[in-house]
C-alpha cells in the first residue's frame, strides 16, 4: 500500500545519555520545521540488510524534524511522520547547522535497524546493518560556521524501530541533537565565522520568496517568485539554489521557471534541472554581471486534485552566490507555505 507521508515527524526531549520513552507525538500534522532537517522517505526491497542506494530508488514524499529522537519502540506503533508504513522503509535526512565554539564534537547514533551520520560528507557514525537497537559513538573537530548534516536510515523486519541522534561539544554532556540549538545568530553582519573553506557565509545579500495565493484549493494555480535583496555596492555577480519542492501536493506547469524581465535585459537567464522528483537546481547563466535587487524568477505549480495534506512548504537550499572577483558565498535558506483547502 502506497503510504501517506505526513509533512513533519515528531519531537521529544531528554537530557540523559540514553533517551527514555516519552510521549506519542501527534503523527499527520503539516507544520514544516524551519531550517530543520529535510527527510526524503522511500520504500525499500524486503530482506535488505543495508541502507539503499537512494539514487536508484523513487522518492514517496518528505517529511522535517528539528531532531531524530525516537526511542527504542514496538514497529506496529510507526514511525513519526510515515504511516501505514512498519517496515521495509528508508528515510534520508539533510541539513545544516552553525558551530558557535569550535573543537572535538562527539556524536552518539541509536538505531533500529540501520543509519549512518555524515559530517560534511564524510561517515562520522556507521551504525548501518540489521540489528536491535544500538548505539555507535564518533568524533568530529569542527570548526567555527556553518555545516553540513546528514543522516541516512532504514527501518527493516519487525519487532522494533529507534532513531535517536545525540551531540556533545567540548566538555558538556550527550544530549539531543536539535537544529534549533545549532542556528547562526540572527544577525549575519555580526558574525563570529565568516569564512569556513568553501563555505563562506556573508551578509551581503538574501534571497527571498513570495508565494501567490498563500491559501489555495485542490486544482488552483501557485506562483512562487524568487528575488533577491543585496546591499549597494555588494551586489553578486552570480547565483545558484537547490529548489525543494513537496511533489505530492504540487506539480510544476511547464518546463521551468520564467526569468525576470531585468536579468532578460541584462542578458542572463535562469535555468533549472531536476536532480530527483522533488529537488531543482538552478543556476544564473549568461555574463556575470552585478545582479541588482529586485525579482529573479517565477515559478508556476498546480494544485494536485488530491492532496494528503492541508498545507504545501516550498524551500529554497544550499543558496550561493559568487561576489565580484570570483569569492563564494552563501546565503541564508527560505522557504514559503501554501495551505491547502
Given at each position: 500500500?502506497?503510504?501517506?507521508?505526513?509533512?513533519?515527524?515528531g519531537i521529544?526531549?531528554?537530557s540523559?545519555?540514553?533517551?527514555?520513552?516519552?510521549?506519542v507525538?501527534?503523527?499527520g500534522?503539516?507544520?514544516?520545521?524551519p531550517g530543520?532537517?529535510l527527510?526524503?522517505?522511500?520504500?525499500?526491497?524486503?530482506?535488505?540488510t543495508s541502507?539503499?542506494?537512494?539514487?536508484?530508488?523513487?522518492?514517496?514524499?518528505?517529511?522535517?524534524?528539528?531532531?531524530?529522537?525516537v526511542?527504542?519502540?514496538?514497529f506496529q506503533?510507526?514511525?513519526?511522520g510515515?504511516?501505514?508504513?512498519?517496515?521495509?522503509?528508508a528515510?534520508d535526512?539533510?541539513g545544516?547547522f552553525w558551530?558557535?565554539?569550535?573543537?572535538v564534537y562527539?556524536?552518539?547514533?541509536?538505531?533500529?535497524?540501520?543509519a549512518?551520520l555524515?559530517?560534511d560528507d564524510?561517515?562520522?557514525?556507521?551504525?548501518?546493518?540489521?540489528?536491535p537497537?544500538?548505539?555507535?559513538?564518533?568524533r568530529v573537530?569542527l570548526?567555527?560556521?556553518?555545516?553540513r548534516?546528514?543522516?541516512?536510515y532504514?527501518?527493516?523486519?519487525?519487532?522494533?524501530v529507534a532513531?535517536?541522534l545525540?551531540?556533545?561539544?567540548?566538555g558538556?554532556?550527550?544530549?539531543?541533537f536539535?537544529?534549533?540549538?545549532?542556528?547562526?545568530?540572527p544577525?549575519p553582519?555580526?558574525?563570529?565565522?565568516?569564512?569556513f573553506?568553501h563555505n563562506?557565509v556573508s551578509?551581503?545579500?538574501?534571497?527571498?520568496?513570495?508565494?501567490s495565493?498563500a491559501?489555495a484549493?485542490p486544482?488552483?494555480q501557485?506562483?512562487?517568485?524568487?528575488?533577491?535583496?543585496?546591499?549597494?555596492?555588494k551586489?553578486?555577480?552570480?547565483?545558484?539554489w537547490d529548489?525543494?519542492?513537496p511533489t505530492?501536493?504540487?506539480e510544476?506547469i511547464?518546463?521551468?521557471p520564467?526569468?525576470?524581465?531585468?536579468?532578460?535585459?541584462?542578458?542572463?537567464l535562469v535555468?533549472c534541472?531536476?536532480q530527483?522528483?522533488y529537488?531543482?537546481?538552478?543556476?544564473?547563466?549568461?555574463?556575470?554581471?552585478?545582479?541588482?535587487?529586485?525579482?529573479?524568477a517565477?515559478f508556476d505549480?498546480?494544485?494536485?486534485?488530491?492532496?494528503?495534506f492541508?498545507a504545501?512548504?516550498l524551500?529554497?537550499?544550499?543558496?550561493?552566490a559568487?561576489?565580484?572577483g570570483?569569492?563564494?558565498?552563501?546565503l541564508?535558506d527560505?522557504e514559503?507555505?501554501?495551505a491547502?483547502?
Open positions: 500500500m502506497r503510504p501517506a507521508i505526513c509533512i513533519i515527524a521529544w526531549t531528554c540523559t545519555a540514553f533517551p527514555q520513552q516519552g510521549s507525538p501527534t503523527f500534522t503539516t507544520v514544516v520545521v530543520g532537517l527527510g526524503v522517505v522511500y520504500h525499500i526491497p524486503p530482506w535488505s541502507l539503499p542506494y537512494f539514487q536508484a530508488l523513487d522518492p514517496l514524499g518528505v517529511i522535517y524534524t528539528s531532531s531524530l529522537n526511542p527504542p519502540r514496538n506503533e510507526g514511525f513519526p510515515v504511516t501505514d508504513r512498519f517496515e521495509w522503509f528515510i535526512y539533510t545544516r558551530i558557535e565554539k569550535p573543537g562527539q556524536f552518539a547514533l541509536t538505531s533500529d535497524d540501520g549512518k555524515y559530517i564524510e561517515v562520522t557514525v556507521d551504525n548501518d546493518g540489521i540489528h537497537p544500538q548505539i555507535r559513538m564518533g573537530a570548526n567555527g560556521g556553518i555545516h548534516i546528514r543522516v541516512s532504514f527501518q527493516g523486519p519487525r519487532t522494533e532513531l535517536v545525540q551531540v556533545a561539544g567540548p558538556e554532556e550527550l544530549r539531543v536539535s537544529t534549533d540549538e545549532f542556528r547562526p545568530p544577525n553582519e555580526t558574525w563570529r565565522y565568516r569564512d573553506e563562506i551578509a551581503i545579500a538574501r534571497v527571498d520568496l513570495r508565494v495565493p491559501i484549493a486544482g488552483d501557485v506562483t512562487l517568485g524568487v528575488s533577491l535583496q543585496s546591499q549597494p555596492g551586489e553578486p555577480v552570480d547565483l545558484a529548489l525543494v519542492v505530492e501536493v504540487l510544476l511547464g518546463d521551468g520564467e526569468t525576470s524581465h531585468a536579468l532578460k535585459d541584462s542578458g542572463r535555468k534541472s531536476v530527483k522528483s529537488l531543482y537546481t538552478c543556476k544564473l547563466v549568461g555574463d556575470p554581471e552585478p545582479i541588482r535587487s529586485g525579482p529573479i517565477t505549480f498546480k494544485t494536485r486534485n488530491s492532496v494528503p492541508r504545501a512548504t524551500r529554497l537550499e544550499n543558496v550561493e559568487a561576489a565580484t570570483g569569492r563564494h558565498v552563501t541564508n527560505a514559503k507555505t501554501v491547502i483547502h
